[in-house]
């Protein structure tokens, strides 16, 4: 309400996306031998694979297959009692809620629309509270995975360290938080600022050996090659240096991705711009020529 408010806006039609690490994403390979039939395979290859299917809302959709006789299928669930939890807010405050995404499909449509002319292999990292989506795309092609690491992490190993609770442990990483370069850098002369920045680099360094385990499973299990090209998206790719630190430690240029980039916006664009990519992809649900069309509210 508060949001809506601020924003002033009059429209009572929402589109939500929802994240995190209870996010479920697979990507199946199903062998297809009759068309007709591909919608019931997929019916029973998602109770195989999801969770507690039965409590659980979910969406698939086919993408473009490398191989004959294949077909792709991408996978996105979440507990349903999370996704009536949000619609039943957002309902409370006015809003009709027509669809209802999760953070792989609003970043992947975001980037599709802001970035057409890239088709060369490029990793988009989404950086949030309290995980991060590792999206590596090939053209059509995509491999997902989510892992339990995000800017959080960094608020409570700054908190563990330095004797705070929370909320000041994250009041000390905005002011003072960056992410220690590394190497001959010379140390911040105040004391709190280089012990923050040695541990906020020490979450971005198991955060980068995650992303070098998905490189790695991309390239020699889906046939993928390498990415040439970065970019960091998230509320947690604000923190300092954490372009310069992943440009370092993955040997290409990486980039923070611009969601408004092909889109016209009236008044001054949101300072935290990376932090909105989810919202940007989220709305483009609406638009008919998506990527992905993943909608929870309607199901498989």
Same mark, same amino acid.
């Given at each position: 309400?508060?949001?809506?408010?601020?924003?002033?806006?009059?429209?009572?039609?929402?589109?939500?996306?929802?994240? @995190? &690490?209870?996010? !479920?994403? *697979?990507?199946?390979? #199903?062998?297809?031998?009759?068309? %007709?039939?591909?919608?019931?395979?997929?019916?029973?290859?998602?109770?195989?694979?999801?969770?507690?299917?039965?409590?659980?809302?979910?969406?698939?959709?086919?993408?473009?297959?490398?191989?004959?006789?294949?077909?792709?299928?991408l996978?996105l669930?979440?507990?349903?009692?999370?996704?009536?939890?949000?619609?039943?807010?957002?309902?409370?405050?006015?809003?009709?809620?027509?669809?209802?995404?999760?953070?792989?499909?609003?970043?992947?449509n975001?980037?599709?629309?802001?970035?057409?002319?890239?088709?060369?292999?490029?990793?988009?990292?989404?950086?949030?509270?309290?995980?991060?989506?590792?999206?590596?795309?090939? @053209? &059509?092609?995509? !491999?997902i *995975?989510?892992?339990? #690491?995000?800017g959080?992490?960094? %608020?409570?190993?700054?908190?563990?360290?330095?004797?705070?609770?929370?909320?000041?442990?994250?009041?000390?990483?905005?002011?003072?938080?960056?992410v220690?370069?590394?190497?001959?850098?010379?140390?911040?002369?105040?004391?709190?600022?280089?012990?923050?920045?040695k541990?906020?680099?020490g979450?971005?360094?198991?955060?980068?050996?995650?992303?070098?385990?998905?490189?790695?499973?991309?390239?020699?299990?889906?046939?993928?090659?390498?990415?040439?090209?970065?970019?960091?998206?998230?509320?947690?790719?604000?923190?300092?240096?954490?372009?310069?630190?992943?440009?370092?430690?993955?040997?290409?240029?990486?980039?923070?991705f611009? &969601?408004?980039?092909?889109?016209?916006?009236?008044?001054?664009?949101?300072?935290?711009?990376?932090?909105?990519?989810?919202?940007?992809?989220a709305s483009?649900?609406?638009?008919?020529?998506?990527?992905?069309?993943?909608?929870?509210?309607?199901?498989?």
């Amino acid at each position: 309400s508060a949001v809506l408010s601020r924003l002033g806006t009059q429209t009572k039609i929402g589109h939500l996306c929802l994240g @995190g &690490p209870s996010v !479920f994403v *697979r990507l199946l390979k #199903i062998p297809v031998l009759d068309p %007709t039939k591909i919608t019931s395979m997929v019916n029973f290859e998602a109770q195989q694979t999801i969770p507690a299917i039965d409590q659980a809302a979910w969406a698939h959709q086919i993408l473009p297959s490398s191989q004959p006789g294949e077909a792709d299928v991408l996978l996105l669930a979440m507990k349903n009692e999370t996704v009536q939890e949000m619609v039943a807010a957002s309902a409370s405050v006015g809003l009709k809620i027509q669809s209802v995404t999760l953070t792989p499909a609003a970043l992947i449509n975001a980037f599709a629309y802001n970035y057409p002319e890239v088709t060369d292999c490029s990793i988009l990292i989404e950086i949030g509270a309290r995980s991060s989506t590792i999206i590596l795309m090939e @053209g &059509p092609r995509y !491999f997902i *995975r989510i892992v339990s #690491i995000g800017g959080a992490a960094i %608020t409570q190993s700054i908190a563990t360290d330095l004797q705070e609770n929370f909320s000041g442990a994250e009041v000390l990483k905005l002011a003072k938080g960056f992410v220690h370069p590394g190497g001959a850098y010379e140390d911040s002369a105040d004391a709190a600022t280089a012990r923050i920045s040695k541990l906020a680099r020490g979450v971005m360094t198991r955060l980068h050996t995650e992303v070098e385990r998905t490189i790695t499973y991309f390239r020699s299990q889906q046939g993928g090659g390498k990415p040439v090209h970065a970019w960091l998206a998230g509320g947690g790719s604000l923190l300092g240096y954490t372009d310069i630190f992943f440009q370092e430690k993955l040997k290409i240029p990486v980039k923070i991705f611009q &969601p408004f980039r092909r889109l016209s916006a009236t008044g001054a664009l949101p300072r935290q711009i990376p932090a909105w990519s989810t919202a940007v992809g989220a709305s483009m649900q609406a638009l008919p020529e998506t990527p992905l069309q993943i909608n929870l509210l309607t199901g498989a």
